[in-house]
């Protein structure tokens, strides 16, 4: 369904994160949101009320659908957050662990 596509020149390089503890594969330059859909996943987090299952919907960054824990860190958008070699990806449920204060 999703297909990364090389712009004039460019070359595409694959970088490895780990999603939910599996290695996988992934084009440098793409989003979180844009992997896991390419993997086929159908939801990426469940909500704290009904836990419902929600997956990347607008990939833009507006819905917060797309909530999941990056490299630690709960309530990313998996849509606006570009994949880095190495990174921690995993599935949230409800809102997820507190975000540490980093300062």
Known sequence: ???QLAG???KIVEVEVILNDQKVQAMEGMTVAALVLAQGVRA???TSI???KRAPFCMMG???ECL????????QR????IIKNGMRIEFQQGVGRALEDVS
């Open 1 to 3: 369904m999703f297909k």
């Open 8 to 10: 004039d020149n460019a």
């Open 44 to 46: 990426t987090r469940s």
């Open 50 to 52: 009904s836990g419902s």
């Open 62 to 64: 507006v819905c917060y």
């Open 68 to 75: 999941m824990i990056i490299d630690g860190k709960a309530n």
């Open 78 to 81: 998996s849509c606006a957050t």
